[in-house]
Nanobody
Framework: QVQLVESGGGLVQPGGSLRLSCAAS????????IGWFRQAPGKEREGLSC????????YYSESMKGRFIISRDNAKNTVYLQMNSLTPEDTAVYYC??????????????????WGQGTQVTVSS
């Protein structure tokens, strides 16, 4: 059984940075990769980025390119999301998830079976 645990959220001032971590356990052969999503109150869950197990290829939503960077440490079985130049609009609960089927896009949440519990990110002065 794949399990995911996020960490690294918190309160940050506008313009600041945070690095989120997603520690995965269970067989990596059960999923194609790890993605990051976020959900703000009253909004739909939004796909941010994904990194594939097989070749490390990365995917980003257009709105996140250049600000967010996804990476992984295979030895620690952990995926990171480095978030820079944060604004109050980035305030949300951030989730990592494991993708098991490609549904149109690697950032479509419908393709993700295993989800972490989420970590709150608040950007405020």
């Amino acid at each position: 059984q794949v399990q995911l645990v996020e960490s690294g959220g918190g309160l940050v001032q506008p313009g600041g940075s945070l690095r989120l971590s997603c520690a995965a356990s269970g067989p990596s052969s059960d999923y194609y990769g790890i993605g990051w999503f976020r959900q703000a109150p009253g909004k739909e869950r939004e796909g941010l980025s994904c990194i594939l197990n097989s070749n490390g290829r990365t995917y980003y939503s257009e709105s996140m390119k250049g600000r967010f960077i996804i990476s992984r440490d295979n030895a620690k079985n952990t995926v990171y999301l480095q978030m820079n130049s944060l604004t109050p609009e980035d305030t949300a609960v951030y989730y990592c998830a494991a993708v098991t089927v490609l549904v149109g896009s690697w950032l479509d949440p419908q393709g993700y079976t295993y989800w972490g519990q989420g970590t709150q990110v608040t950007v405020s002065s």
